[in-house]
């Protein structure tokens, strides 16, 4: 480890309290706190620590991010709380084996595309994108997913409210370093989408984020590992994995 990756564990050390936040509550209400459902939560108590606690994290996270790029910053917050609270001495390289050790997973993305409708294609294959029309999405979903229950739950959703879908295919470690890089790439495409039409106006609802009905949340997201990712509903998050 270089100096600045133990300038950073160490005032890490120095902000971070573990020990039971219900007890400490009574006396002192932390500003941020860490629970995994163990004996133990991590604390932090001011403001002040709280920003220190920023600025060594993101120490941490650029420099295992030249190694681990598919990880993400969330996931990599809570693996360094699970190891933290775990009783781990060597926080640095238990990270770097934890994320090492974890394959990366094919995530295939679909997304209602607004302001297009498929006449006649059921697909329309790109390099970069799968376009599917209504009468097609719910065949294709279940090309991707055996378990019929998964793919009816997620047509109900995104099924036939809409007239065009949108998939995309992106590889990581966790769901949310996929969601990331599949927020840029609907967006790339958005952007050149209105570059073809010309649309320099703007008064046009044409694509995945330039609408102003678009909810981010609708994406389903089904994984090579066999677990598919629905869209939120009332902000509750549903995952189902291969039986």
Same mark, same amino acid.
């Given at each position: 480890m270089n100096s600045r990756i133990n300038e950073a564990l160490s005032s890490l050390?120095?902000?971070?309290?573990?020990?039971? !936040?219900?007890?400490?509550?009574?006396?002192?209400r932390p500003v941020f706190v860490r629970r995994f459902g163990g004996d133990k939560d991590a604390m932090i108590l001011t403001r002040e620590d709280y920003?220190? !606690?920023?600025?060594?994290?993101?120490?941490?996270?650029?420099?295992i991010a030249k190694k681990e790029p598919l990880i993400s910053y969330q996931f990599f917050e809570d693996s360094f709380f699970e190891l933290l609270l775990s009783g781990s001495e060597n926080l640095f390289n238990d990270l770097?084996?934890?994320?090492?050790?974890?394959e990366k997973r094919e995530c295939?993305?679909?997304?209602?595309? !607004?302001?297009?409708?498929?006449?006649?294609e059921k697909t329309i294959s790109s390099t970069a994108?799968?376009?599917?029309?209504?009468?097609?999405?719910?065949?294709?979903?279940?090309?991707? +997913?055996?378990?019929?229950?998964?793919?009816?739950?997620?047509?109900?959703?995104?099924?036939?409210?809409?007239y065009?879908?949108?998939e995309i295919t992106v590889s990581a470690k966790d769901i949310t370093k996929a969601r990331e890089g599949a927020d840029a790439l609907y967006k790339k495409l958005d952007n050149a989408l209105r570059y073809m039409m010309g649309d320099n106006r703007r008064d046009m609802g044409l694509g995945v984020f330039n609408y102003p009905a678009n909810i981010r949340g609708e994406?389903? +997201?089904?994984?090579?590992?066999?677990?598919?990712?629905?869209?939120?509903i009332n902000?509750?998050?549903?995952?189902?994995?291969?039986?």
């Open positions: 050390k120095s902000v971070i309290t573990v020990g039971d !936040y219900l007890e400490l509550v009574n006396k002192r920003r220190s !606690y920023r600025t060594a994290m993101n120490t941490i996270f650029n420099e770097i084996n934890k994320f090492s050790k974890i295939r993305f679909i997304k209602p595309l !607004y302001g297009v409708e498929m006449i006649e994108c799968t376009f599917i029309s209504k009468s097609h999405i719910h065949e294709h979903m279940k090309a991707h +997913c055996l378990d019929e229950r998964v793919v009816e739950d997620a047509f109900q959703h995104i099924g036939m409210r809409h065009c879908f949108e994406a389903i +997201c089904f994984a090579s590992d066999g677990s598919i990712l629905l869209p939120r902000n509750v998050q549903i995952t189902r994995h291969k039986q």
